[in-house]
């Protein structure tokens, strides 16, 4: 399935373009509005044509190399969902993601993959946006559908749903399938975790993987208009709670092997998560680098599509687009 090409639009920490490389597809363009980003894309993937942009004031016309590609792939910022309907709304994601669906007029990409919010799929509240796309998408030859997926079901210690959007034009329509999972059983957070929490000899640390055994709630990266990091909403919170973590920071560093740990005690006596912890619950490997201060770090983790799921997407398109080949080659 290699030879296929792709631009990722808001690109964020690099999160969907990872998926799509691990998936055999091959970028073309990057591009992103924040400096910090930026540098996360470059300093792992110094390869990659990456452009500081937003998206709104993109011209394909000055990047040619844009153009003739498979697919349109845009992990775009959160519509306002159920989770952060008390969010002032500035209307910009919005139009991101109508400056998406234009961009496709430009380029015609054979794919489109946007990926977001549940909601987006669904609620009455981004209806209008959905018929916007499937009429425009659907004049210019593409065959729209739309469905959920829990990052949970490929491989990632999270259970983080999202809402995706796909496009394919009509010759390779029919063979697009949304991706099936083929775990048994989730990865909890202990077993994704227990290594990096004994890293500075930490003996509590398989003690503490053990009672971490079951998959983390969403993280959520909040905005540049908010205050500090920490693991997301009051719910959320109350769940890390039950894992032994204090989840109303993120930590500097793993604990080290003077530690205690007692939940009992309340917060003090808790693990925070680091940043590049935070990255691994979101399937990120080890070995990507996340630029910045620890808030603006955090925020490009929390905010990231998890790679396993751009590869299972990417992989879903790419059988869609070979499909014709592989019609031939059979006959």
């Not at 639009?9 to 990872?18: D, E, F, H, T, Y």
């Not at 007029?105 to 794919?111: D, F, Q």
């Not at 749903?161 to 202990?190: D, N, Y």
């Amino acid at each position: 399935m290699g030879g296929l090409t792709f631009v990722d639009v808001c690109s964020g920490a690099g999160g969907m373009a990872l998926g799509l490389e691990q998936a055999g597809f091959e970028s073309r363009l990057l591009l992103d509005d924040d400096e910090v980003a930026v540098q996360t894309l470059k300093i792992n993937r110094p390869q990659w044509n990456v452009l500081r942009t937003d998206l709104r004031d993109f011209d394909p016309v000055e990047h040619p190399e844009s153009y003739d590609v498979d697919l349109l792939a845009a992990g775009l910022p959160r519509v306002r969902s159920s989770a952060t309907a008390r969010r002032v709304d500035s209307g910009l994601e919005e139009q991101l993601l109508k400056a998406t669906v234009y961009l496709v007029h430009a380029i015609k990409p054979r794919a489109v993959l946007i990926e977001n919010v549940p909601e987006l799929t669904h609620a009455d509240s981004h209806g209008a946006f959905r018929e916007f796309a499937r009429t425009e998408l659907d004049h210019l030859g593409y065959t729209f559908s739309r469905f959920v997926m829990n990052a949970v079901d490929f491989g990632v210690p999270q259970n983080r749903k999202h809402g995706v959007l796909v496009a394919v034009r009509r010759q390779w329509a029919e063979a697009f399938r949304p991706p099936a999972s083929t775990l048994s059983e989730p990865v909890t957070v202990g077993t994704a975790l227990r290594s990096s929490m004994a890293a500075r000899g930490w003996v509590d640390a398989a003690h503490w993987a053990a009672q971490a055994d079951q998959p983390a709630p969403t993280l959520v990266g909040g905005s540049k208009n908010r205050g500090g990091a920490d693991l997301g909403p009051t719910r959320a919170k109350k769940k890390w709670a039950t894992m032994g973590v204090n989840a109303h920071t993120v930590g500097d560093r793993v604990p080290g092997p003077d530690f205690v740990w007692d939940p009992e005690l309340g917060r003090d006596n808790m693990v925070k998560l680091t940043v590049e912890q935070a990255a691994l619950l979101q399937g990120f490997p080890s070995t990507w680098q996340i630029c910045g201060l620890k808030t603006a770090r955090y925020r490009q983790v929390g905010h990231a599509t998890p790679p396993p799921v751009g590869k299972a997407l990417g992989r879903a398109v790419a059988e869609a687009l070979n499909s014709d080949s592989l019609a031939s080659a059979a006959g």
